[in-house]
């Protein structure tokens, strides 16, 4: 029986050989950047939230740090490790702006707390 806490873990570990009858993670970051990307498109000008599982932000933010898919990239090596994480970044410019973020340290991605003008 596959460890369902442990599943995410092994999947982002398993970035080319699919893991546990799942897509490959290349594959899954693939099909994340095309739909987010679908998604900004379709409101332009307008500040974004995506709220999802952290595997799935993990792959999107591995795309856009410009960083293989690795485990040391996920929020529970870098943010709260129970979860309840966020990350900013700048779709335009396709860069990471923070990296995993407690929601209770939320407050300094706030634009008056320096946040780049193109992501307020």
Do not use: Y
């Not at 893991?19 to 987010?36: K, L, M, N």
């Not at 995506?50 to 090596?77: N, S, W, Y």
């Not at 702006?97 to 003008?117: A, F, K, M, Q, R």
């Amino acid at each position: 029986m596959m460890n369902l806490r442990q599943s995410p873990i092994s999947f982002l570990q398993s970035r080319i050989n699919p893991f546990g009858g799942w897509e490959r993670a290349i594959d899954a970051q693939t099909r994340i950047v095309a739909t987010v990307a679908q998604h900004l498109h379709s409101v332009p000008d307008q500040s974004v939230l995506f709220v999802g599982h952290g595997a799935v932000g993990t792959l999107l933010k591995c795309h856009l740090a410009q960083r293989p898919i690795a485990r040391v990239e996920d929020q529970q090596q870098l943010g709260a490790p129970g979860g309840g994480n966020i990350f900013a970044f700048d779709w335009i410019h396709q860069r990471l702006i923070t990296d995993w973020v407690t929601l209770e340290d939320s407050s300094l991605l706030h634009p008056l707390h320096g946040l780049p003008d193109q992501v307020r």
